[in-house]
Each structure stands twice: as structure tokens, then as C-alpha cells.
């Protein structure tokens, strides 16, 4: 049975994903078999796994599936058995080990989730048995105290599962000293012995002005430190997990195409566009709400969504539907993708009441193209060709709906005989299912030369196996991997 070693934070957006996917590319390159794991996970970038024992795929968090990448392995539904999907600000949908299993309002959830811890268990012995290490990531704080009685997603799990738990702060925002030592504080006993040490992150400047903070934090908790890990800018080569990391993104340089992206509420699967920003003369531009769409912007990207219907009413509340019609009639090009490519045709319908009212809406008009929401989810990875290009695309559907009309008789690719997506007339707005679009390169090479942009040829996958590379060595400089791996057990 593999060992394991579980990282948590002193708070959400810490920094805990890239630094497992960091420690996991780090054992990989020691030779060891590595996994990732993260027992509940709450987000609207999910990713496409397999199914142990099933020919079906389902869904993990994106940030999973890139921490598989840094193991080197293909992702499976066990690297996070529990998924939730925010549709409200009261209520998600439930993923368990990559099916869904409906929605459930926050409340009731909480009441429940306590019985989620066997299948959570289950699918962490499974990983368990294929490799030498596992490295598990907890979700948001085990400070939560309030939420501590049914807890699957930190001091819950690992104190049922054994497993030793290093804490992890971050300095960026300042206060980290006191998130370590009034985590040590207000953690009963019990869980207080699973800290086996800590580690500071995103320091910026000189590491040795925190060596009295280390002798601090040593004074109020008796914790070891494993290290200060500097400000890692490779980050940003890689897809980020959560849309509050959307707001700070900017660009330094001046760029040929200026892309701009409209951050609906429900925002999903956002590392779509992460191909496109990783371009030296493309600015993605995420665009938050109460501002206008930039009128200097070449292309319009309307995102994901994990509810359409309740997204399209938000965008028009923000006055971006009249912002895309003004872009439309100056020449601009607008691409849909999944939430998308539906809220530009004619309508949504959805007759079952998938997303909250039965009901149909109108939709923005910009595509001769109609939706109808179906019960069955698509959940598939794709190999196609670009109808435009002639070129290869891989990706994967993830959604729900049946979308269908006169524009769908221009595809934006065919999967063997099955035309998918839709293009209108003139070529300037097209719609798509299919994640991953951009990361195909020769299809984003193509894309991009007609706004007179040159890619260079370069492969997106490369770039973020080079990122994790670089991180992995970075984390070997600064922190004491070998204790690390030593408290794991």
C-alpha cells in the first residue's frame, strides 16, 4: 500500500493545488509512482476520467486532472471521488466518483455529506494499491471548526484515513503567522497531532527576512517548517482551478489581438482560453462585472457556464448582450463554447427544469441555432478535424443539451461523420462543445493567422509539462523534500 501525505490550508486560494501538482512532478522525477487525491473539491473546471472498472467517463475537478499530468498518468475518477458543481449561490450538483448524482442545496448537503465518506474512502485505498505514494489536497481550511462534525475534506478524512497532514499558509496576503498559529489554537487535540509541519508560500524578496516568522510560528505551535516557498511565476503557465484567480490576471506586454472574456457567474471550464493567453501577441482579457466589453477587443470568447439560463439573464443584466451586438456589427468575431456556443442561438429551452424553472428563453440571436436541455449529460473526449482548417483537434464534451438549426450546417469540426458546432454565414461567429479547441495547436494556429498572429508552432501541452518541471525543481530548492517524503506514511 502506497504511502500518503495530505496537504491543507490556512484558507482557500493558498496555493495547495500547484504545490501538489508540484510535489507529485517532483516524486515522479525521483522515480516513485505517484497519485493525486483530493477527497471533495468544489468547482466548475471539471476535466474528463475514467472509471475504474467501466467503459463510461466522468468528472474530477481540472485541477486533478492536472496533477495527474505531473504524476505522469491518466486521470481517473478516484483522484477526487466527491465534485460540486456551484449552480446558486445556494444550492450545486453533486458528482460522486464521476456520475452525477442531482442537486442539492447547500443545507441539506452539509446534513448528508457524512455518508459520503465511503465512497471517498474507497477510491483512496484504490489508489492506494497502484502506487508508492499518494499526495492528498485538502479544500479551504481545517480552521472551519463550524463544519468539522461531518468533515470529508480535511481533518475528517485524514484522521479516518491516517494520514499526516502538512499545513500550508500563505504570505502574499499577508497575516501568516497568525492563520498558522490560530489554526493551531483553535484545532482540538486529536487533530492537532495529525500537523506533522508546515510550509510558507508566495514569499516574495529575500527568504531569509522570514526566519524569525519560522522561529515565531515554532514558539506558538511547535510545528517544524519544511520550508518558504518563493513567489512561483511558472504558475501562471498553468490552468488555474478557481475563477478568483481570473480577476488578477493581467498582461504586461502589447499584443496584435485583444480577447475579451465576460466572467459570468457560473463561469466554467475557464482554462479553455488558457492556450490563448499563454500566446506572447494575444491579451485575454477576463472582464468582471459592471464593466463594459472593451471596445478595441478583435474577438469575444463567451465561456462555459454551469447554467446557461441563469448566466444569460446575468449577461444581459451587465449590458453584454448589447456590447456583442455592437461587436458583431462592427466586424468582430465571437466564439461560443459549451454555455456559450447555447446563450448565441435563437433560444434555450429546458422543458424538465434541469437548471431551476421549467421554461424556455430567448437567447442572443447571433447564431440560427436553437437548444433544448436533455436529461442525459455528454461526457466524452473527442478526436476530431477542424471543418474550417483541416486540421486535427482533440478536446471533450462535457454538457447537457441538444443544440440544432440552419447554422449547424457550417460545423466548427467533425467527429468521423457527426458534424459539431455551428458557424454563421460570413464566419464570424461559431459555437463549439468542445473543450480544449484551443490547446489543439495546429487548429489554434490557424485561428490566430487570420488575426495576422504567427504562433511559432509551439506545443501548449509542452509548455505546461516545462511549468511543472520548473516548479518541481524549484520546490526541490526550497523546501526539505526528503523530510517531506519521510513524514508520509
Known amino acids: 500500500m502506497a504511502r500518503a501525505i495530505m496537504l491543507q490550508g490556512t484558507g482557500s486560494d493558498v496555493g495547495k493545488s500547484v504545490l501538489v501538482a508540484g510535489l507529485c512532478r517532483m516524486a515522479k522525477r525521483r522515480g516513485l509512482s505517484v497519485r493525486p487525491f483530493k477527497p471533495q473539491n468544489m468547482s466548475n473546471n471539471a476535466a474528463i476520467a475514467a472509471i475504474p472498472g467501466s467503459s463510461e467517463m466522468g468528472e474530477i475537478g481540472r485541477a486533478q486532472w492536472l496533477q495527474a499530468l505531473a504524476c505522469g498518468v491518466a486521470p481517473t475518477v478516484d483522484m477526487n471521488p466527491v465534485l460540486i458543481k456551484p449552480e446558486s449561490d445556494m444550492g450545486a450538483q453533486l458528482?460522486?466518483?464521476?456520475?452525477?448524482?442531482?442537486?442539492?442545496?447547500?443545507?441539506?448537503?452539509?446534513?448528508?455529506?457524512?455518508?459520503?465518506m465511503a465512497p471517498v474512502l474507497e477510491s483512496f485505498e484504490r489508489l492506494r494499491k497502484e502506487a508508492d505514494l499518494v499526495i492528498v489536497e485538502g479544500a479551504g481550511s481545517p480552521a472551519e471548526i463550524n463544519l468539522r462534525a461531518r468533515d470529508i475534506a480535511n481533518m475528517g478524512f485524514a484522521t479516518e484515513a491516517d494520514v499526516p497532514v502538512v499545513l500550508v499558509g500563505d504570505i502574499d496576503r499577508g497575516g501568516v503567522?497568525?492563520?498558522?498559529?490560530?489554526?493551531h489554537l483553535i484545532l482540538d487535540e486529536a487533530d492537532r497531532r495529525m500537523i506533522v509541519g508546515y510550509i510558507v508560500n508566495k514569499f516574495r524578496g529575500d527568504l531569509s527576512l522570514f526566519d524569525d516568522g519560522i522561529a515565531a510560528i515554532h514558539d506558538f505551535t511547535g510545528w517544524p517548517s519544511f520550508g518558504v516557498v518563493p513567489w512561483l511565476s511558472?504558475?501562471?503557465?498553468?490552468?488555474?482551478?478557481?475563477?478568483?484567480a481570473l480577476a488578477r490576471r493581467t498582461s504586461v506586454l502589447p499584443a496584435k489581438l485583444r480577447v475579451a472574456v465576460p466572467m459570468l457567474s457560473r463561469i466554467a471550464n475557464f482554462d479553455d482560453l488558457d492556450p490563448l493567453s499563454a500566446e506572447p501577441e494575444v491579451e485575454v482579457v477576463f472582464v468582471p462585472p459592471g464593466e463594459r466589453l472593451p471596445r478595441d477587443a478583435g474577438l469575444i470568447v463567451l465561456p462555459g457556464s454551469k447554467s446557461t439560463i441563469g448566466d444569460l439573464a446575468f449577461l444581459r443584466r451587465q449590458g453584454w448582450d448589447e456590447d456583442l451586438k455592437a461587436h458583431r456589427e462592427r466586424g468582430g468575431y465571437i466564439v461560443g463554447l459549451c454555455g456559450g456556443y447555447q446563450m448565441l442561438g435563437r433560444s434555450v429551452e429546458d422543458p424538465e427544469g434541469f437548471e431551476g424553472a421549467a421554461g424556455r428563453v430567448e437567447g442572443l440571436g447571433l447564431l440560427d441555432v436553437e437548444t433544448v436541455m436533455q436529461h442525459q449529460k455528454a461526457l466524452r473526449e473527442v478526436e476530431a478535424v477542424s471543418a474550417r482548417y483541416r486540421v486535427p483537434v482533440t478536446g471533450y464534451e462535457i454538457h447537457i443539451g441538444r443544440t440544432e438549426g440552419e447554422d449547424c450546417a457550417r460545423p466548427v469540426a467533425m467527429i468521423g461523420d457527426r458534424a459539431e458546432g455551428a458557424t454563421s454565414g460570413d464566419g464570424r461567429v461559431s459555437g463549439t462543445y468542445l473543450h480544449g479547441l484551443f490547446g489543439s495547436d495546429a487548429f489554434r494556429a490557424r485561428f490566430l493567422s487570420e488575426f495576422g498572429i504567427e504562433t511559432g508552432g509551439g506545443s501548449y501541452r509542452a509548455q505546461v509539462e516545462t511549468a511543472l518541471d520548473d516548479i518541481a525543481l524549484k520546490l526541490e530548492r526550497h523546501l526539505d523534500c526528503d523530510a517531506l517524503l519521510a513524514a508520509a506514511r
Open 95 to 116: 458528482v460522486v466518483q464521476g456520475r452525477s448524482r442531482g442537486s442539492a442545496r447547500a443545507r441539506d448537503y452539509q446534513r448528508s455529506k457524512g455518508a459520503l
Open 177 to 183: 503567522i497568525a492563520a498558522l498559529a490560530g489554526t
Open 234 to 244: 511558472e504558475a501562471h503557465r498553468l490552468p488555474p482551478e478557481d475563477s478568483v
